[in-house]
């Protein structure tokens, strides 16, 4: 079996709830394929994060993806997604139930945590979307 394919996603929102966005990487061995990043609207913190992450998994589906690795810094919807913490929230329950579909459709999908300061351009890429109020 190959390695992975990298992915990288991030979503935020300023003054929770605010203006949100969300910012994914995909990455190819060395290479970045997809940097992108997209304004949702006015929404949580929360929200925002599984919205970077749908949104990263949708993107890797266009791609034909096989095997990928995610990256997130939330540590809420890396151990919801991993089933470590309960989804009890109407709303998110729906995102997470979502995500999970689109992570079963991959022949291979783990989530890990990561700190902050390693998931940098994706955060960047959300926060120049919420900035422009369109996609980048």
């Known amino acids: 079996m190959s390695e992975p394919t990298i992915i990288y996603c991030d979503g935020g929102a300023r003054h929770n709830p605010g203006p949100a966005g969300v910012g994914i990487v995909i990455l190819h061995g060395?290479?970045?394929?997809?940097g992108a990043g997209?304004?949702?609207g006015k929404t949580t913190n929360n929200?925002?994060?599984?919205?970077?992450?749908?949104?990263a998994?949708?993107?890797?589906?266009?791609?034909?993806?096989?095997?990928?690795?995610v990256?997130?810094?939330?540590?809420?919807?890396v151990n919801q997604l991993n089933g470590s913490y309960?989804?009890?929230d109407a709303k998110l329950k729906r995102l997470c139930d979502y995500a999970k579909t689109?992570?079963?459709?991959?022949?291979?999908?783990?989530?890990v945590h990561v700190p902050r300061a390693e998931n940098e351009r994706?955060?960047?890429?959300?926060?120049?979307?919420?900035?422009a109020k369109t996609v980048v």
């Open 102 to 111: 689109l992570m079963e459709s991959f022949a291979g999908c783990t989530v």
């Open 38 to 40: 997209t304004y949702i």
């Open 86 to 88: 309960k989804c009890k």
């Open 71 to 77: 990256h997130a810094d939330s540590q809420l919807i």
């Open 47 to 55: 929200v925002a994060e599984y919205c970077g992450f749908i949104w």
């Open 30 to 34: 060395d290479g970045e394929v997809i």
């Open 122 to 131: 994706a955060d960047e890429l959300a926060n120049q979307a919420i900035d």
């Open 57 to 69: 998994l949708e993107n890797a589906q266009i791609l034909h993806e096989t095997h990928i690795k």
